[in-house]
């Protein structure tokens, strides 16, 4: 009997060490209180949220509305697009502190640019390309804002169906980009015209045409809706830009762009992008409203008779074209004008960081 007492016991002990084991392991858990704290030991903790990838932690942009940003445009069809941008910073409605030039010689606009009196111009697409040679790639261009403006007008006197009646003939043309485009589309056509520069500048030609004093000519439009308004005997006998297309790539004849000093687009990044904003803007009312767009180009300077520049709306092919469509185009006209008039881009096609494309 003492001896299955002492049995007992001894079995006792040994379950009772054998817990004490247990309850020392790092495996086991204490006991919880009831079993609303077990349910909460069993669930586990919430996922510590990833944090946000750097590219969606976008910090607002800041824009300095105040900063002046010189704009200069040529008037006449270059500068269309620009006029109620013009018009909305005379009203105080524009977003920027736009301080505005209208120039009537290209000259005066390229100078602005080069000795730094000028942030951005509106100006011919050579000569934008010409200030990047000369200035090492000082100058960008922004945007493309005119196609191909130029016709050939006859007063009856010569009967003019295609390229080939052109052979031998002297056709009058302003100086440097009417003259260059016209002499591509000569030659590539097999033509030999004789090219006459007698009347440097646009506005002395349109008076000669106007005039009766030159049987054919080359002519951009506004000036070419003038002509025709004085000398009902004109004609036109050729629209250059399909000319150009059918022998060239379609929609690379790009006579008017938008340049920007390089220190500047550096320096505002944010400031051009609403620029191009605003200025884009203001190239949709030609076609919206061309009548409306038409008042605000004779009241800002750009084109003295806004009947005129209504009428001539329409075949001055305007546009507002950037980023990569915009290096297309303009590229392809550039390596042609390379070719037929090296001078006049500067001497040679710029490098890819002429195009200055914003995200």
């Excluded at 030159?214 to 070419?224: F, N, T, Y």
């Excluded at 300077?301 to 546009?319: M, Q, W």
């Amino acid at each position: 009997m003492k001896k299955n007492w002492i049995a007992w016991l001894l079995i006792c002990a040994l379950c009772l060490g054998l817990s004490a084991c247990g309850t020392a392991a790092p495996a086991a858990e204490p006991a919880p209180q009831n079993e609303d704290a077990q349910a909460l030991e069993e669930t586990p903790a919430p996922a510590e949220p990833a944090p946000p990838e750097a590219e969606d932690e976008a910090e607002p942009v800041s824009v300095d509305t105040e900063l002046p940003l010189r704009v200069f445009t040529l008037n006449g069809t270059t500068g269309f697009g620009m006029a109620a941008l013009i018009s909305a910073a005379n009203a105080g409605e524009a977003a920027l502190n736009y301080q505005f030039t209208v120039e009537t010689d290209a000259s005066n606009v390229t100078a602005a640019l080069v000795n730094g009196d000028c942030d951005v111009a509106a100006l011919p697409t050579n000569a934008a390309a010409a200030l990047y040679n000369k200035t090492e790639g000082g100058i960008q261009v922004l945007a493309l804002n005119t196609l191909g403006v130029l016709y050939l007008v006859s007063d009856g006197s010569v009967d003019v169906e295609s390229f080939a009646d052109l052979d031998g003939q002297t056709v009058f043309a302003p100086a440097q980009n009417p003259s260059f485009i016209f002499a591509y589309l000569c030659r590539a056509n097999g033509v030999e015209a004789v090219i006459d520069n007698s009347y440097a500048q646009p506005a002395e030609l349109n008076t000669a045409v106007a005039s009766g004093e030159v049987s054919l000519a080359v002519l951009p439009e506004p000036l070419l809706t003038v002509a025709r308004s004085q000398n009902p005997d004109l004609q036109v006998v050729m629209d250059l830009t399909e000319e150009w297309d059918k022998v060239s790539e379609p929609g690379s004849l790009v006579q008017g762009c938008v340049a920007v000093r390089r220190e500047f687009a550096e320096a505002h990044p944010a400031e051009l992008a609403l620029f191009l904003a605003e200025y884009g803007d203001s190239v949709a009312l030609l076609g919206e409203d061309p009548a409306a767009a038409a008042l605000k180009i004779e009241e800002t300077g750009i084109f003295p008779k806004a009947a005129v520049a209504e009428k001539a709306i329409p075949r001055c092919n305007l546009c507002f074209i950037t980023g990569a469509e915009m290096q297309r185009q303009l590229a392809a006209f550039l390596e042609i004008m390379s070719q037929t008039a090296p001078q006049s881009i500067g001497g040679a096609v710029p490098g890819e960081d002429f195009y200055c494309i914003l995200p």
